[in-house]
Each structure stands twice: as C-alpha cells, then as structure tokens.
C-alpha cells in the first residue's frame, strides 16, 4: 500500500515492485493475484443495483477486440477483423475477442455501465457467448416489477434464430438485433386444410425483393433530432426456415427522408422479441447501442484496464465480473521480464560504480607520483625553477635529432 500511495501512476505491478516502499520480493504482486479470488456475486449484485428499478431499461450487447500484433506466445490468440484500423480495408489482426454486456442509460451518450465483461474462448462464437451472457444476466437481475422492460440491443451477428430463441420465452425481456439486408424469411404458416402434414411455413419474405412484401402490419413516419424524417416499416410473425418456432417481428427502416432520393441511406432491417412496444420504442431502443462502440473504445486505450504498458499486453476485462483466471501467461512473462530488467540495471549500476573507482585509483596514482617527485627535488635540492631548466635541457636535443 504504501508503493501505490508513493506512485503517482504505476502502469504494471512489476513497475510497482521496483518502488523503495515495497519490501517484499519482486514477485510478490503476481502471488497476491494468483492466490486471491474475487467474489463474483457481489461484484453482480453491486452493479445491478446501480439500474433503475422501473421503467424501459436498454442494453447493448457487442463484441471487440484486444489486438497482440507481437505476442507469440500467448494462450487464445485468433485472427479477427480490425474495423478501427480499416480506412476502407480490410484489416486482420491477432487478438483476443471479448463479448460485453452494458446498460445503457440514455440515447446518443457516450457511457455505458459493463455488466459483463468475458473473453471468448477460441471454440466460442459470438452468438453462444452472448447467449450465455444473457442467460447470466436473467439470473442475476432475479424478480422485477411490472413496470419493468429490458431490451437488450445487438448489432448483425446476433440476428440469427440461435440467439433469438432465447428470448422467446421472456415475458419482461426482450431483444432486437440488426439483420443482413440479403436475408430471405418466411411468414406465418396457411390455415390447415383439412389434408396432410400442416405447414410451418409461408410465404417468402425476401428483403431485396420488394415483391415478396406483402402490406405491413404497422407502418410509422416521424421527424428525428438527429436522423431527421424517420419512416418505419413492421411486419408480424416472420421467422426463419431453420427455426419456425421462434417468430419475431421485422422492422425496416429508412432515415433523413427529408433529403433528395439520391441521398437517401440504405434502409437498415431490425429483427424484435420481447414485450409488446411501439415501432417507434423499438427503434429508439437500437439506437442507444452506439453507445458501447465509444465504451469498448476507452477500454482498449492504453492505461485503462491494462495489467502492463501498452496495448500488446493482456487486458483482464474479466477483473470486473466474471473469470476464475485472474492471472495467464502475460503476466508470467511481464515478471520474467521485470526480473530481467532489475537485473539489467544493478549490473548498470555496477558497472557505474566501478567507473568511478577505477579513477579515483588513477587520481590515487598521480596523487602518489607527484609525492615521489617532491621528495626526489628534496633530496636533490633542486627547485621547481631549475627543475624546469633541466627538463627543458633534455627536451632540446631530442627535438633537434629530429
């Protein structure tokens, strides 16, 4: 304690056992984490309290990831796709992927309390993550009351059947999640005619073929502060060819309607579950998840949630909610690494050390002769001036030989 109120910034636990207050061994900050645990119920239970007890709370559930462009060694390492370093191309990068789950408390902010925070195995997938997390959050939040709805918002790679079937049996939870725009789905199933197997399946509903639409169900026009003239599309009961058990709502939707029709964006298609809303709640719903782009953002900068220096070493999201692993292998090799470089400055300091008495043995020598040469003038009895004189005489002929 004392190493962490001298320092104004340590930026690693090796740099922090390098302090003069710390008086324990240089790798005695590693035991202390690897010996300790955290008590992950508590650390739940406190940051759910911190949501609103009623009301339309909405969340965000995304993925990203921690790049190690340098590290060879290190456990669970994939190739993913770099969007912050893309400038229109693809960028891939080796690193590690963590899923995250934040509320977020207002639309168009820039902050988001993470809920859950885990890195993805290298047999994981986004969607089996997020399931999981969702399932982790259901338990944790326990009874709510009746005013309560929590929509939990995502980006493409969650608008598959997988993860919106776990939402269909929630009856104050639901979920809505961006779909491609070539997906083909399917309507409700015809009344049964008497003959046969029934159908499970409709009509196709392809979204870039506006053939196949058929009238929307609910259809809503309104000016936005910030997408200017929104215009929502709703059609009911749609579900996939994979899963006709898992029906959800399709939302098309299209912005700034306001301009000339060859600057109109591309309209965007929303899958929803969950509780009964308006199209327009629901769009306001996805748009509040922009808001853990900016969060994911100022946790991968340097300094943040690092357990080192810069961004080639492991971030532990997972000292907030959810992980048995508090320590791995980057911090074995950080230690190893501090060890190296303790080393490398003794013998520094050595070295320096030795420097300096080697001259004060040369200062010694000249000290010693200079002794020599008076008592040699005593006994003589020269002085300094005839000294000179001679030393003078027998540097004349030694030049003129030459």
């Not at 949630?305 to 320590?327: E, K, Q, Y």
Request: hydrophobic residues 40%.
């Amino acid at each position: 304690m004392d190493s962490v109120l001298s320092n104004q910034r340590v930026s690693s636990y090796a740099e922090l056992t390098l302090s003069p207050q710390f008086k324990r061994q240089w790798h005695s900050g590693y035991q202390g984490i690897k010996a300790g645990r955290q008590d992950k119920h508590a650390v739940a239970k406190l940051l759910h309290e911190q949501l609103p007890a009623t009301g339309l709370r909405v969340y965000a559930l995304d993925t990203t990831i921690w790049p190690h462009p340098r590290a060879r060694t290190l456990n669970g390492l994939v190739y993913e796709y770099n969007a912050t370093l893309s400038k229109g191309q693809a960028v891939i990068s080796k690193a590690h992927v963590y899923s995250g789950l934040c509320w977020v408390p207002q639309r168009k902010g820039s902050w988001a309390l993470p809920l859950s925070m885990r890195r993805m195995p290298v047999t994981s997938t986004a969607v089996s993550m997020g399931v999981a997390q969702v399932k982790q959050f259901i338990r944790q939040r326990g009874a709510v009351s009746d005013d309560t709805i929590d929509i939990i918002a995502s980006d493409g790679h969650y608008g598959t059947h997988l993860y919106l079937s776990a939402f269909k049996d929630e009856e104050q939870l639901g979920a809505i999640t961006r779909l491609r725009c070539d997906r083909v789905l399917t309507g409700p199933p015809p009344a049964y005619s008497g003959r046969g197997r029934p159908s499970i399946h409709g009509k196709r509903f392809a979204f870039k073929e506006a053939e196949t639409w058929w009238e929307p169900d609910k259809q809503d026009q309104f000016e936005d502060a910030y997408h200017g003239q929104v215009d929502l599309q709703a059609w009911r009961q749609l579900h996939t060819k994979q899963d006709a058990t898992t029906p959800f709502t399709v939302i098309r939707a299209q912005i700034h309607q306001e301009r000339t029709v060859k600057k109109w964006p591309r309209a965007i298609w929303l899958a929803y579950i969950g509780p009964e809303l308006t199209i327009c709640q629901v769009w306001e719903c996805f748009d509040h998840r922009w808001a853990i782009e900016i969060v994911f953002t100022q946790m991968t900068k340097e300094g943040i949630f690092t357990i080192g220096v810069g961004r080639n070493h492991v971030a532990d999201f997972d000292l907030v909610v959810v992980n048995d692993n508090t320590v791995n292998e980057q911090l074995n090799q950080l230690a190893a690494l501090s060890k190296v470089k303790g080393v490398e400055d003794r013998l520094k300091s050595l070295a320096k050390v030795l420097n300096v008495l080697r001259q004060l043995e040369q200062v010694k020598l000249l000290l010693g002769l200079g002794f020599q040469l008076a008592q040699l003038m005593a006994q003589t009895g020269l002085r300094l001036n005839q000294f000179a004189a001679l030393a003078l005489k027998l540097v004349r002929p030694m030049t003129s030989a030459r």
